[in-house]
């Protein structure tokens, strides 16, 4: 069976700071993947997705990046970090079955930039 | 802007009553999907109905499509505590390109009072 993990589940960084979150993906292979911000009481925001290994599409510009250096693995960073980059971030997988698009959502990563 | 938009924004009934939560769009789709988020988790996929269905059944869940007025609805019916959840739509828009990505509401807040 697929699992997809995320880490860290909680983390605090001051402004200005970097970020790293990881998001792997277990038991398939050549996934779709996604990163999404989720304010609190709201809804999901995709910020990227990516369909292969070094295939990254931006949703919406910021001082965010994703990178996806092996198969089943999204890297979600920044160089300094914003107030405004608090949320939590959810990764999440897919694989298209030629007429649909079910995704599958990791834990979260919950963020709080001070 | 945002496809998809649950209406209401929250709703709390008793255990034992039905719930019903309606999600809006506004371009054509392939299809529409239900997702659930306990608090601070991932988010779950419920069901899926395509764009040719109109009705569709899975447990106690209850998703009606109308593509002519571009909404769908959720019923739970008998509910209980442990739906206690947001509730969020989310759709796949129909054009070239774009099957890879699904587009989420804002969710309605469920709370099932025991």
């Known amino acids: 069976s697929q699992t997809i993990h995320q880490w860290p589940a909680t983390l605090v960084q001051p402004v200005g700071s970097p970020l790293s979150l990881e998001c792997t993906v277990e038991g398939t292979s050549n996934p779709n993947l996604y990163w999404y911000r989720q304010a609190a009481g709201r809804g999901l925001q995709l910020l990227f997705y990516?369909?292969?290994?070094?295939?990254i599409s931006s949703e919406v510009p910021q001082n965010l990046s994703a990178s996806r250096p092996q198969d089943r693995q999204f890297i979600l960073s920044s160089k300094k970090l914003l107030l405004s980059d608090s949320g939590f971030y959810l990764c999440?997988?897919?694989?298209?079955?030629?007429?649909?698009?079910?995704?599958?959502f990791g834990p979260g990563t919950r963020l709080t930039v001070l | 802007s945002q496809q998809g938009e649950e209406d209401p924004q929250a709703l709390s009934i008793q255990e034992g009553e039905n719930a019903t939560m309606n999600c809006s769009y506004k371009t054509s789709i392939n299809n529409l999907q239900w997702y659930r988020q306990n608090s601070g988790r991932g988010l779950v996929h419920l069901i899926l109905i395509r764009s040719n269905e109109r009705e569709k059944h899975s447990g106690r869940l209850r998703v009606t499509l109308d593509t002519s007025k571009k909404s769908s609805s959720l019923l739970i019916t008998a509910s209980r505590a442990a739906d206690t959840a947001s509730y969020f739509c989310?759709?796949?828009?129909?054009?070239?390109?774009?099957?890879?990505?699904?587009?989420f509401g804002k969710g309605t807040l469920l709370t099932v009072n025991p």
């Open positions: 999440a997988w897919s694989r298209w079955e030629g007429s649909y698009n079910e995704q599958f």
């Open positions: 990516s369909v292969g290994i070094g295939q």
């Open positions: 989310a759709t796949d828009a129909n054009y070239q390109g774009s099957n890879y990505k699904l587009t």
